[in-house]
């Protein structure tokens, strides 16, 4: 079974910074594409940025600038790192795996259960 475990979440005041973690495992031989979503209350989930394996990355526009995604593949892991940080960032922040190959088969897409953001003074 895979599991995405996400950590680095909680209160941080306008302009500051954050770093998240997702750690990926469960017998995994390789991950496509792992991404970071978020969602503030009363609004619809959005991308925040995505890297494939292969290293590309896209972000949305209103953090491009802002926050940095990477990953290690070794370690089947994706780091967010968020600066600048704006109250409008406040939000579960969750962390995606997409074409995920494991010991027991394929997975097109798995979540972790998310970690809160918020940005406040």
Not at 45 to 71: C, H, M, P, Q, W
């Amino acid at each position: 079974q895979v599991q995405l475990v996400e950590s680095g979440g909680g209160l941080v005041q306008p302009g500051g910074s954050l770093r998240l973690s997702c750690a990926a495992s469960g017998s995994i031989f390789s991950i496509d594409a792992m991404g970071w979503y978020r969602q503030a209350p009363g609004k619809q989930r959005e991308l925040v940025a995505r890297i494939t394996s292969g290293g590309s990355t896209n972000y949305a526009d209103s953090v491009k600038g802002r926050f940095t995604i990477s990953r290690d593949n070794a370690k089947n892991t994706v780091y967010l790192q968020m600066n600048s940080l704006k109250p409008e960032d406040t939000a579960v922040y969750s962390c995606n795996a997409e074409g995920v190959r494991h010991k027991f088969g394929y997975l097109i897409s798995s979540w972790g259960q998310g970690t809160q953001v918020t940005v406040s003074s």
